[in-house]
């Protein structure tokens, strides 16, 4: 019951860190155009969080009928330690660069992964990767023309997204370490994410190819957010995120 | 591609008939604010900004794609996917249609008089004096 729990809430933190970075584009994007689509695509991410967190929030009542959790308790009073996002989704957004980058590097590996959640025993898992694969179908085709117009663009853009990939790129190797609770459920509940490097890399190395930039060689990789280990960078988002919510719990909209 | 084949056929008989008589040429989104005659080549913009592009949508239950708005992309495929982010959110349309502003001509609002009054008292060109089949639709 608890790694069905803690991959639950794995798959809701993740897509919540992403939609909350992303939102950080909202009227600050490089045209209104991209603004929109930017926040259009943390939107997503932030439905697909919500699904999660009340699939989450229904686990815990039914084991514990005084509990009282919901997705708002699970988002906003829940610690860092307690975050099980990979640490891709919590760096900084950095420059449009980057941004698309890491949208892309994540979509590309979210798509695979909810591929096999569509087989999850999990049904209500099941059904919303149904629900999102069409969302992530989207973001991987906008990031990635991102990252092809950017890296064949002009030598400034071109430098940037080298920039960006350098930093990036070290924090894509957790996406396929799985977590403890990953594996005890590969193949039933969970995704076995150990699989998924191969076909990930293939589908980022065309676009990468495409965008004239090179697949950085075999190199250290940090893999620690799953397991509640995370960088510098997510202190502060949780501090933006949760602050409003724990200084006035009961405020509402 | 014979779709593309007759626009380009049918620019170059525009062209020709530009030499005879000279054609003013107004551009979409020219007309609200100056109300005259746009100049026949375009304004030179920054060349940062992107070209605009205006946009049609089909709405599920409409037959047609209408004028929505505009918006700035760099080519029609970006157009296409702002469209989709900017103006289909709310479930507005299932089919996008984008084409470049400085290609849509449009009439000379102080043309108006000359070129719609005249239809003003001819009513017979209505169809009102017909008795329409049951099986017609969409009239």
Known sequence: ?253 | MPKKKLLLKNKKSLNSTAMQIQIKKFYYGDIPEEKSSAPSTPVTRDEHEWPLWEVFIRSKQGLDHKHVGSLHATDAEMAIKNARDVYTRRQEGISIWVVESKNLHASNPDDAAMLYDPAADKIYRHPSFYNLPEEVKHM
């Not at chain 1, 076995?192 to 930039?213: F, G, R």
């Not at chain 1, 501090?239 to 009961?250: C, D, G, I, Y």
């Open chain 1, 1 to 253: 019951m608890n790694a069905h729990l803690d991959y639950v809430l794995h798959l809701a933190d993740t897509t919540l860190v992403l939609a909350q970075r992303n939102s950080e584009w909202c009227g600050h994007g490089p045209i209104l155009e991209q603004d929109i689509a930017i926040t259009n695509i943390s939107l997503d991410l932030l439905g697909q969080a919500r699904n999660y967190y009340q699939h989450a929030a229904s686990l815990i009542n039914t084991a514990n009928p005084n509990a009282q959790a919901d997705e708002d308790s699970l988002a906003y009073l829940r610690d860092e330690r307690e975050f099980k996002n990979p640490l891709l989704v919590e760096l900084e957004k950095g420059d449009w660069a980057k941004t698309t980058l890491r949208q892309f590097l994540f979509s590309v590996f979210q798509d695979l992964q909810l591929k096999r959640l569509l087989h999850s025993t999990d049904t209500q898992i099941a059904a919303i990767a149904e629900k999102s694969l069409k969302e992530t179908a989207y973001h991987i085709a906008w990031s990635s023309e991102w990252v092809i117009r950017l890296g064949d663009g002009t030598p400034e853009s071109h430098s940037r997204m080298v920039t960006a990939l350098n930093e990036v790129w070290e924090f894509t190797g957790g996406l396929f370490v799985p977590a403890p609770y990953e594996l005890q459920l590969a193949g039933t509940i969970a995704a076995d994410v150990s699989q998924l490097e191969k076909p990930w890399t293939e589908t980022v190395s065309n676009v990468l190819e495409e965008a004239t930039l090179s697949l950085p060689g075999k190199t250290f990789m940090q893999q620690s957010g799953k397991t509640g280990i995370h960088t510098e960078a997510m202190g502060y988002i949780l501090a933006e995120m949760q602050s409003l919510k724990r200084s006035l719990p009961t405020a509402t909209w």
